[in-house]
Nanobody, 123 residues
């Protein structure tokens, strides 16, 4: 059983930056592909970014490419999402998730989820 705890959310002005962290416990962290998803009010949960087992492979949704960076520190059992040039449309609850599979953009393929952290970007 893997437990995931996100932190780092908050309120920021458009154009600002935030760094989200997700600390994992209870499993072998390097055995999981890690993903970040977000869900805005009234919308479905959507894929944001994912990173492979040792961090060499990454994937991003088009709307965040060039602004967000995902990385991981397997020694600290932590995955990060650096978010720059934030826009009001980035406002959502951000979730980290873990999967042993390769379908990294599909929420239902992830076995473990954190509780989420709120990111609010004001215009």
């Amino acid at each position: 059983q893997v437990q995931l705890v996100e932190s780092g959310g908050g309120l920021v002005q458009a154009g600002g930056s935030l760094r989200l962290s997700c600390a994992a416990s209870g499993g072998t962290f390097s055995s999981y592909v890690m993903g970040w998803f977000r869900q805005a009010p009234g919308k479905e949960r959507e894929f944001v970014a994912a990173i492979g087992f040792i961090g060499f492979s990454t994937s991003y949704t088009d709307s965040v490419k060039g602004r967000f960076t995902i990385n991981r520190d397997n020694a600290k059992n932590t995955v990060y999402l650096q978010m720059n040039s934030l826009k009001p449309e980035d406002t959502a609850v951000y979730y980290c998730a873990a999967t042993r599979g390769l379908a990294v953009k599909i929420p239902s393929r992830y076995e473990y989820w954190g509780q989420g952290t709120q990111v609010t970007v004001s215009s």
